[in-house]
């Protein structure tokens, strides 16, 4: 029969109770190395996103970002004068030496809607009253019973345009972006007196008129709104004069195209 030495018995359940505690207490070096690496590589991603939030310097630009569409108001002052062109019978009269267009200011107010096509495209209408002022000028021809002195025929309209643009936007800096704008535009002079009594003794311009547009501009972002300069110059397509047979101002004029320079300021948001 084998002896049992209680010595044995004790010295292996220390040895037991030891190895149990070595191996409990690698495991939970293993996890504070796990969780420890996970905080850090969180932290490590959280400080890299405000860092590149910092460097673009884009908190406005995101608010805005997230709206698909936003409307605003927009102000601006412009200079309109008219392209003319001189028909063939000009130069065999001697009637009018010269006939040319002087330009006048004006100004705009108008709304702006935005919609989003996109993350670089906008389409925008802008409906605009304008009031703008020009002048067609005529020299009389070497005849001694008129004096040389320039018939004027004075233009002051107040038009209501329906623009329609598709605008391209940069990719955004520090809160600012450039853009690029075209469109069309449909106006109508509500002040027009091509058909007054008194307008049958002078130059007829039509009251309605086509133009095609192409500006640049810059946004920059704020908190609770986009402010936006804007030079944009707009080209008449179709010939606005009415043609009177009975005038020989009008007769020396084969076509007359509108043409504006507008800086405008946008207010968005």
Known sequence: ?????????????????????????SGLRVASCKTLLLAFFFCFTQTGDLAAQNARGNYNFLDFQQKPYYFGITLGFNRANYRVFHSKTFIQNDEVKRAESVSGPGFNLGIVTNLKIGQYFDFRFLPTLSFAERRLEFTPGNNPARPDVPLRRNIESVLVE???????????YKDMRLFVIAGVKYGFDVASDSKARQADTQVKIAPT??????????QFFFPYFIFSPELKMSQGLGNTLI??????????IE?????TFTLSLHFEG
């Open 162 to 172: 329906m623009p329609f643009h598709i605008r391209y936007k940069s990719a955004p």
């Open 243 to 252: 043609f009177d047979e009975a005038l020989p101002q009008s007769t020396v």
């Open 1 to 25: 029969m084998q002896k049992i030495k209680f010595r044995d018995l004790f010295h292996l359940y220390r040895f037991q109770v030891g190895s149990g505690l070595r191996v409990a207490s």
């Open 255 to 259: 076509k007359v195209l509108s043409r």
């Open 209 to 218: 008129d086509f133009a095609g547009e192409i500006g640049v501009g810059i």
